[in-house]
């Protein structure tokens, strides 16, 4: 267990200052901006236009934040039909960036930013930082991706603003990464969760100490990552790994952040307002409920989005934070509503078999998941890197870890499945987000 | 007296054993003997080297799962019985072998066998106040 160290106390920042707005103050101006988007949008976008006159609807039946449930949802199909630049709301001359994601199936879809708001961006992302109890005077390595993906550029500014020393490193060369790590003593560092196990795996192999090194915290996001994860991480490095939420629909990084308390994420309520739904029927569900979260950008001039659904799954926490921010949270993202899968009738989460696997050994080793079809049977096969911990030199002892795999796979999920030591190295390496489950199922 | 093993976790796959041996050949790193165990679905290969440490280093860094293994090298006569013998004075002395394999070259009129047994130390104390002579690493 590596030592916890030093961390920043979390004391208030002048950046942060709409992160304490009053409730009331905070919902007026909610109102207000919310008012104004519907208007921008379906003045000026012909998708919105026609999609509220379907509904009968127009921007003046928004009289309260409530009277948003009338609204019509976006979803990323809607991104994908309007390619390149159906949802703009601004003028080409007035758009100062486009970032835009690689599609995993078909086109890509396109984002944009007017001047306004990559200053807006800029300061949510300062938010985060400031959250997770980074300052002035850090000196930040981002290894996010740079280029069409918004996190590398996201951070950037929102570090640069923050009064950070920013290492636009951008994602991979990993022996790199450590090197840099360790020669400009970088106190924190932005990636993908799966990145940073790699990172810690190879830093291992090195011979590199990462609890010896000035870095203190992690800023992870992009990806769902479990609360064992994290407690894996920082128990074996001596980090602080915070979680934090975005998605380019909405703006990219910065959507919401962990505090200190990490009692889940506050979502910068100013600029995007949350609203959690069934994600069968569309209704918005009572507050502390589970479902998926749907987002509406409230000062986004580009590319405004109504009442977007972001597949991720979770539910508003309400309560106040004893960090004094008055913004509502989400539960940490666990799952998403599209990227379970069924087999034999079973709903898998790619996290259940995470829990199983950290069950068994406290470790997470690098995992994937294969789904086949089998004379008309789904067949589910967990490949696990055998990793210097996990390793017995008997044949009898890898044996008996297969089956103390078998057996927590099937105590969590509730299903037999087979499970596969492979050789370490040998699952395919993401340098951004990992990828879990690969469905080979003729359907 | 003891020496160390080195194993290797290795898939039951056509051409998996070459990886390793390429990476100790391109260090200049001589096998002095080994052994393949396997099941149906993986392999472990356990070898003895001149240079443990140095090969464990270079197999770990060229991404190999390696592990290190306390075992003994026993000498016995090389003739009909001569393994029976030793074998009588381990099972004498309760000693539960979890493998063995043979050193590849003969040494005059004998031979080397490597067992790895559940109790190391137990069984070195025991075989050698029994007079059973257990090679030091520095004789081979």
């Known amino acids: 267990m590596a030592k916890r160290k030093v961390d920043h106390n979390g004391e208030f920042q002048i950046v942060s200052a709409p992160d304490y707005l009053p409730v009331p103050q905070l919902r007026t101006l909610q109102l207000q901006r919310l008012r104004r988007i519907v208007e921008r949008a379906g003045s000026r976008v012909p998708f919105y236009r026609e999609r509220f006159k379907e509904l009968g609807i127009a921007a003046e039946d928004v009289q309260s934040l409530e009277d948003i449930q009338k609204l019509p949802f976006t979803q990323k199909t809607d991104l994908r039909d309007t390619y390149p630049f159906g949802l703009f709301a601004s003028p080409m001359k007035e758009v100062v960036r486009l970032h835009a994601s690689s ?51 996201g951070a950037h500014y929102g570090a640069e603003a923050l009064g950070a020393t920013v290492i636009p490193i951008s994602g991979g060369n990993t022996d790199r990464q450590i090197a840099v790590m360790k020669d400009f003593g970088v106190t924190a560092l932005c990636c993908t969760p799966s990145y940073f196990l790699h990172l810690a795996e190879r830093a291992k192999a090195l011979g590199v100490d990462l609890s010896e090194l000035p870095l203190r915290a992690g800023i992870f996001g992009a990806e769902p990552w479990s609360d064992s994860m994290r407690e894996h991480i920082e128990s074996d490095t001596g980090i602080r790994a915070q979680d934090i939420y975005g998605l380019s629909e909405i703006i990219g990084p910065g959507v919401g952040s962990e505090c200190l308390e990490r009692g889940g994420l506050h979502i910068f309520e100013d600029h995007f307002y949350p609203e959690i739904i069934d994600p069968e029927t569309g209704r918005v569900l009572p ?67 995470e829990t199983a696997l950290l069950q068994v050994e406290g470790t997470l080793p690098h995992y994937q998941i294969e789904l086949t079809r089998r004379e008309g049977l789904d067949q589910m096969a967990v490949s696990v890197e055998v990793t210097p911990e996990f390793f017995s030199d008997t044949v009898k002892g890898l044996e008996q870890l297969e089956q103390r795999l078998i057996k927590a796979l099937e105590h969590v999920l509730g299903l037999r499945v087979e499970v596969k030591l492979v050789e370490p190295q040998t699952l395919k390496r993401s340098e951004g987000k990992a990828r879990r489950v690969i469905d080979n199922r003729e359907l | ?101 043979a050193f590849a070259c003969r040494r005059a009129d004998k031979a080397v066998l490597f067992f790895r047994f559940s109790d190391t130390d137990a069984a070195l104390a025991n075989l050698q106040s029994r007079g059973v002579p257990v090679l030091d690493p520095v004789a081979l």
């Open chain 2, 1 to 101: 007296m003891k020496f160390k093993q080195l194993s290797l976790f290795l898939e039951n796959k056509p051409a998996h054993l070459k990886h390793p041996c390429d990476v100790l050949a391109a260090a200049n790193i001589n096998i002095l003997t080994l052994s393949l165990a396997d099941s149906e679905k993986f392999g472990i290969m356990r070898f003895i080297v001149d240079d443990w440490e140095r090969a464990k280093d270079t197999l770990e860094a060229a991404g190999c799962v390696v592990t290190v293994t306390d075992v003994l090298a026993i000498e016995v006569d090389d003739r009909p019985g001569g393994l029976s013998a030793l074998l009588a004075i381990i099972e004498e002395g309760g000693h539960d072998i979890e493998y063995m394999y």
């Open chain 1, 103 to 153: 599609g995993t199936t078909g086109k890509p879809i396109v984002v944009a930013y007017t001047d306004r708001d990559v200053r807006v961006w800029s300061s949510v992302m300062v938010r985060t930082f400031a959250a997770c109890g980074l300052h002035a005077g850090d000196i930040i390595q981002n290894a996010y991706g740079y280029g069409l993906f918004t996190g590398g550029l």
């Open chain 1, 287 to 353: 507050e502390g409920e589970e479902g998926e979260l749907v987002l509406t950008t409230l000062s986004k001039e580009a590319m405004p989005m109504i009442r977007y659904r972001t597949r991720d799954v979770t539910m508003l926490l309400t309560e106040p934070c004893p960090c004094g921010r008055t913004l509502r949270r989400i539960k940490r993202v666990g799952r998403r509503s599209d990227d379970m899968f069924i087999i034999r009738g079973v709903n898998i989460f790619p996290s259940q078999v």
